[in-house]
């Protein structure tokens, strides 16, 4: 398209679509409060005339009847540049649909697609449109799922630290609801001796553990040289997290289960976490990331992207207060396998943008994508 006047909110949304993909996992998987052996991609596409913008969500397929029935109609026809309008049309939109789960997984994709939109109109990539607060976006290992036999683990983690040069990872504990926690302490110290003394290492409970089960395990996780607890009650449950928060050394962290922006206000109210971390698939898409990410730096605090990798490059590159990105197993492979322009974390960063690429550079191999297509 030519360039986009001066003062126009932009040519319009022509259409807004869904397709849906489910990946079988490379071996089943688990944390500390569920299994799966699948995991399904949910993409919004957004065109105006002939430029298209690409987002995403994971859950469940039905977020595609979401985008298609309450969202589309509501996006399709408004100015393309003004993103924000539109997150805020459909929030409205969806108030009686009941906005928490599915449906801010449905709003976040669309939101994506359409800042992915906006940057390809303008020609830039998005990193640029939103303004960098650095070039380099660190990123940490993740995975380690309770599933794993020894070797497993072994191997996973020194391909990151040792193969990629990826300082940080991250290994899931609280396996089958906190009742194999001697299981979960062998597999803290045997991760410490799979990475080194030099790489950083985090477990994820997943909400698995009671208060005073945390509590107890986050008094030995100095010895393994453990610095971030995730979720080690329920995120629900904000006066358990500051309490864990209180007795432990160790980071504690939540947000993946943000799905508004007042959730964070209240994580923050209740000094509830020592990194807030927030997922960009689920909380509103990146209009409300870039928010939650100046509310911890309001808080004094950084922000860290939950999962979905790809889709948090751009945005995290914006924000000053960022501490990392996951480099969530699952979701590596299937961005690697689905997507072309996929960046590389060797050395344990990424450059979003540094390839000139318009938009977030993502496009979806239709071909390879095809044999998963499920809606
Ligand atoms: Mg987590």
Known sequence: MGAVPAGSPGPPVDEVSTAVYTVPTDTPEADGTMSWDATTLVVAHVRSGTTSGLGYTYGA????????????????????LDVPAANEAMSRAVRNAGRPG???????AVDTALWDLKARLLQVPLVRLLGAAAEEVPVYGSGGFTTYDDG???RQLRHWVADQGIPRVKIKVGESWGTAEGRDRRRIARARRSIGDAAELYIDANGAYTRKQAI???????????????EPVSSDDLAGLAQVRAATGAEVTAGEYGYTLPYFWHLLAAQAVDCVQADITRCGGLTVWLRVAALAQAAGLAVSGHCAPHLHAHAAAAVPNLRHLEWFHDHVRIENRLFDGVLDPAGGSIRP??????????????EAAAAYRVG
């Open 61 to 80: 397929p039905a977020t595609a009847q979401v985008i298609d029935g309450q969202l589309a109609g509501v996006v399709t026809g408004r100015g393309a």
């Open 216 to 230: 107890r395990l986050g008094g030995c996780l100095a010895d393994h040289g453990v610095t971030w607890f995730e």
């Open 152 to 154: 497993q683990q072994d």
């Open 353 to 366: 943008g540094a390839d000139g690429a318009p938009g977030h550079g993502l496009s979806l191999r239709e």
């Open 102 to 108: 599915l449906v801010a997984g449905a709003l976040s």
